[in-house]
């Protein structure tokens, strides 16, 4: 069994203010507003989700498919 891994800082990419957040392991979180300067934050292309794209933790689905544990 694998350790998943359910929290991630989030970095804006506008303003670089950084956030920790608990990630959902039964979806994907395609949208994200920034607490700080409330811009909406979008995955890069070809990553699923905000987290894969920004965060430092990959979200859990990603982990799983990677085998992740620690």
């Not at 069994?1 to 670089?16: A, D, E, F, Q």
């Not at 979806?27 to 909406?40: D, G, L």
């Amino acid at each position: 069994m694998h350790n998943i891994i359910l929290t991630s800082i989030i970095t804006c990419p506008y303003c670089g203010f950084q956030q920790e957040e608990t990630m959902p392991t039964d979806a994907c979180v395609h949208f994200y507003e920034c607490t700080s300067c409330k811009k909406m934050v979008k995955p890069k292309q070809g990553d699923c989700c905000v987290f894969c794209s920004y965060g430092t933790v990959k979200c859990p689905s990603r982990q799983m498919e990677a085998g992740h544990h620690q």
